[in-house]
């Protein structure tokens, strides 16, 4: 397991790198959560990584170290004139993301934490990854 130095979410830049390579995205943003992506002014298709939070199943020495299971969230986006795009572009993301390893560990595929949804002429499909590393803190 991968011990976490200097950014609790540095996960969010690897995955943003690796969705900027995918043909047929025009953009990806980083997303606070699913509403703040559907409220925003958006160009489409589009991917929307969002933190979806962690779990801290395990902790030591007094909550010095713990290991955390981090869940983040690739939404793709498509205006639902396109929808039949919809399609290719996961069947892409899930390609690319398999087996993507960062510096926190590998990228597992997970149940997503929401299901798809349409708003406003768009359409939102989750794809889920969990991410596990340790944290440690100093001992004062």
């Given at each position: 397991?991968y011990l976490?130095t200097d950014n609790?979410?540095?996960?969010?830049d690897?995955?943003?790198q690796?969705?900027?390579?995918?043909?047929?995205l025009r953009k990806?943003?980083r997303?606070?959560?699913?509403?703040?992506?559907k409220?925003?002014?958006q160009v489409?298709?589009?991917a929307?990584?969002?933190y979806?939070g962690?779990?801290?199943?395990?902790?030591a020495?007094?909550g010095v170290?713990?290991h955390v299971t981090?869940t983040?969230m690739?939404?793709?986006?498509?205006?639902?004139r396109?929808?039949s795009k919809a399609?290719?572009?996961?069947a892409s993301?899930?390609s690319?993301?398999a087996g993507?390893?960062?510096d926190?560990?590998?990228?597992?595929r997970?149940?997503?934490?929401?299901?798809?949804?349409f708003?406003?002429?768009?359409?939102?499909?989750p794809?889920?990854?969990?991410?596990k590393?340790?944290?440690?803190?100093a001992l004062?």
């Amino acid at each position: 397991m991968y011990l976490l130095t200097d950014n609790y979410l540095i996960a969010e830049d690897h995955l943003v790198q690796r969705l900027a390579t995918i043909e047929g995205l025009r953009k990806v943003y980083r997303s606070c959560d699913l509403a703040e992506m559907k409220e925003r002014g958006q160009v489409t298709p589009a991917a929307h990584v969002i933190y979806a939070g962690d779990a801290v199943p395990n902790t030591a020495q007094g909550g010095v170290s713990a290991h955390v299971t981090q869940t983040w969230m690739v939404v793709i986006t498509v205006s639902l004139r396109d929808q039949s795009k919809a399609g290719p572009l996961m069947a892409s993301v899930l390609s690319e993301m398999a087996g993507l390893h960062g510096d926190l560990g590998n990228f597992v595929r997970v149940n997503a934490p929401s299901r798809p949804g349409f708003s406003n002429g768009f359409g939102y499909y989750p794809i889920a990854y969990q991410i596990k590393f340790k944290t440690k803190g100093a001992l004062k």
